[in-house]
């Protein structure tokens, strides 16, 4: 019977691995928030990360990992831009429902998130070590 040195590692790299999910679609909503055109002809539509828990039936352990990604359905916003290319025949350009200082706080969550998680990684693998010292 071996000893788990560093528990909770498992659910602690499932949670780094869905903020990183998460940071990255943050990216692409920001990169995405004038874009009135997509690969289908829409305009972008804001993305959404849900997490969901899962548990280990082996370990009992629980972790976090993406459930989905989908499309915010709140409102776009329509720009008077007669120039634009995408504008109709009243000058309105359908716009994104994004708003970047939104965005901006989500990933700064997400990345605060991400860096407390590696934190339990780096205390995990520091008591790990002090444990096999005190064995030799």
């Known amino acids: 019977m071996g000893m788990n040195l560093l528990p909770g590692i498992n659910s602690t790299a499932s949670a780094l691995n869905a903020e990183k999910v998460r940071m990255n679609i943050v990216a692409q909503n920001i990169a995405n928030a004038q874009t009135t055109r997509d690969a289908n002809g829409q305009v972008y539509r804001r993305k959404i990360v849900s997490f969901e828990s899962a548990l280990d039936s082996a370990t009992g352990q629980t972790s976090v990992r993406v459930g989905g990604v989908t499309n915010d359905t709140s409102p ?3 720009l008077y831009n007669p ?21 901006m706080v989500d990933m700064i969550t997400a990345s605060r998130s991400y860096e407390a998680n590696l934190q339990m990684i780096r ?14």
Do not use: C, F, Y
Request: proline share 5%.
């Open 76 to 78: 776009t916003h329509w």
């Open 83 to 103: 120039g634009h290319p995408d504008a109709n025949e009243d000058g309105m350009v359908e716009m994104p429902n994004v708003e970047v200082s939104r965005e």
């Open 123 to 136: 205390t995990a693998r520091q008591m790990a070590k002090q444990v096999l010292s005190i064995g030799s």
